[in-house]
């Protein structure tokens, strides 16, 4: 088996062959050793220690990335892209959001939600985890290209990269409601009286100028 640390960067050392003999003397005993030896280790923020057993298999991860719903775009003004990471062991992943290249921080105009806890398949040793990237209708529709990176570390030091990309599809005024469209004719027409009024006063205050020239001349 293996000892693999959960940071960066990622180790996974080699473990020689154990074997375990307990002497149990209470029932609760049991459990409390169960817990300890399937529960991984953390070692403060960014750190975590798994065990791989000898018999244990390394899966690469699989990446799915799905677009942000029209929708949501639509209604809300805002898209949730959603990263689905699957089918991988060790729990040892990092996710990473990219927008056109650039590497996308966790802030409020552009929030990241990523899973705390990985979940474990009911039929096999691998794992899943999902992450969220929330941007708005104009950063959405600005954007070439989205990418979902994700890092997995596997046995030794060996450091695999896999991603998903999308390309955002749909123009911005598509995604414009009636009653924005409304409001933005009010805007406009409201736009136009006044520059019309200002029109009129100027053509009014130039004439009466003129006038003043004209009677000052005689």
Not at 34 to 47: I, Q, T
Not at 52 to 78: C, M
Not at 80 to 97: A, G, H, K, N, R
Request: charged share 20%; net charge neutral.
């Amino acid at each position: 088996g293996s000892v693999c640390l959960s940071l960066c960067p990622c180790l996974c050392l080699p473990l020689p062959s154990l074997s375990l003999s307990l002497t149990v003397s209470q029932p609760g005993d049991i459990r409390q050793t169960l817990l300890a030896v399937y529960n991984p280790a953390f070692f403060g923020s960014g750190s975590k220690l798994a065990v791989i057993g000898p018999k244990d298999e390394i899966q690469p991860p699989k990446v799915f990335l799905y677009d942000a719903s029209h929708d949501e775009l639509r209604t809300e003004n805002w898209g949730t892209l959603v990263c689905l990471v699957s089918e991988f062991y060790p729990d040892t992943v990092e996710i990473e959001w990219k927008i056109d290249g650039a590497l996308v921080k966790n802030e409020d105009s552009r929030p990241i939600h990523t899973d705390l806890k990985s979940l474990k398949s009911k039929s096999s040793s691998t794992y899943s985890v999902t992450s969220r990237l929330r941007l708005s209708v104009n950063d959405w529709a600005d954007a070439k290209l989205i990418t979902c990176r994700v890092t997995h570390f596997g046995e030794g030091t060996t450091i695999t990269n896999h991603e998903a990309n999308v390309e955002p599809t749909g123009e911005l005024c598509a995604f414009i409601t009636k009653d924005d469209i409304q409001e933005r004719m009010v805007t406009g027409k409201l736009t136009y009286l006044i520059l019309l009024c200002k029109s009129i006063l100027f053509g009014v205050f130039i004439s009466f100028v003129v006038w003043k020239i004209k009677v000052g001349t005689k």
